[in-house]
Every structure is written in C-alpha cells, then in structure tokens.
C-alpha cells in the first residue's frame, strides 16, 4: 500500500511542477506580448496594470493595427484602380488624338487629384495651376510631369485645408480650363 501513496505523490509532484512550469511560460509570454504595446497607448504606467489588463491592451492595439490594415489595404486598392483608370486615360488620349489639352479633375473628399495632359506648343505656367488649387483651398502634396513623344503629362495630388469649408471643385475645374484654353 505504501507503494501506491509514493506513486501517488510523485504524480501529484509532477503534475505540480508541470502547472508551475506552464505557469512561468505563460508569465513570461504575458510579458512579452506586453512589451511589444508601445508604452504611450497604456493610459496608466505598465507596472500598475494587472496582467489581465495588459492582455486587454494588448488585444485592443492588436484591433487597432488590424483596422489600420484593413484601411490601408482599402487605399492601396483604392491608388490602383485611380493608376489604372490614369493609365486608360493617358493611352485613350494618344490612340484617339483627342483634342489638347485635356484637364481631368477627380475629387475624392479631402483629396483632389488633377491630371492634364497638353501638347508641347500650349504653353501655360504651372505654378500658375497650383496657384489656382492653393487660392480655392487645397494644398498640394505633391505634382509632377512627364513628356512622352508630342504630350505633356501633369499629375498634381493635393489635399483640403480646412476639411469643414473643403474645395468647391466645380470652380477649380472652371479656372483651369480659363487658364489652359
């Protein structure tokens, strides 16, 4: 009977050391995933926290990063389609020959995306094109152009200043075709 009490025991001292063990993994991972959280999105310092609290910013940051993604992706998407109907644009305008220059405005909320396309005879300035996004409220971000064969191609990428007022785009439009015609 003895026999059966010491195997007894050493089962439950295994089984105590197997828990512990497991116990001190799963600490050691709870700190690790803790330490990965960027210490300025925990309000409260990160010693104050329990370790279930620290599980549940960690489980929130992770949400964040995923809908960040999810946002990104969308714009991703979103920059590929504009490329590709850009593309369409640019080679629809040298198979057709279609009367120069040709102004396409795109307003995409608080982004306003203007492609022209001139020849290399119309001569018009463009600084004075981003005069006219700057005096109706956007801010350019970026612009550039390219030459291929007789045509210039212009892209201008910019943004809403003030997001409440926005950019009447009607009117931009309206101004570049004045200045470009």
């Known amino acids: 009977m003895k026999k059966i009490s010491s195997s007894s025991e050493a089962s439950k001292v295994d089984r105590k050391t197997v828990e512990r063990n497991r116990r001190i993994q799963m600490k050691g991972l709870c700190f690790k995933l803790a330490s990965l959280v960027p210490p300025h999105y925990i309000k ?6 329990s370790q279930l609290d620290q599980l549940d910013y960690a489980a929130s940051y992770i949400k964040q990063l995923r809908e960040r993604i999810e946002q990104l992706e969308g714009r991703k998407e979103e920059a590929r389609s504009l490329d590709t109907n850009s593309n369409k644009m640019i080679h629809d305008t040298m198979k057709i020959g279609s009367k120069l220059p040709l102004i396409d405005l795109k307003d995409m909320g608080s982004i306003i995306e203007v492609s022209l396309i001139s020849g290399l ?22 612009s550039s152009f390219s030459t291929v064969g007789d045509k210039v191609f212009h892209s201008i990428h910019a943004q809403v200043k003030i997001s409440r007022v926005g950019v009447e785009t009607s009117r931009v439009l309206q101004r570049l075709q004045e200045l470009v015609f």
Do not use: C, R, T, Y
């Open 121 to 142: 005879h119309k001569n018009f300035m463009f600084s004075e094109v981003i005069s006219i996004l700057q005096e109706e409220g956007a801010e350019v971000v970026s």
């Open 44 to 49: 409260p310092s990160k010693d104050m926290l």
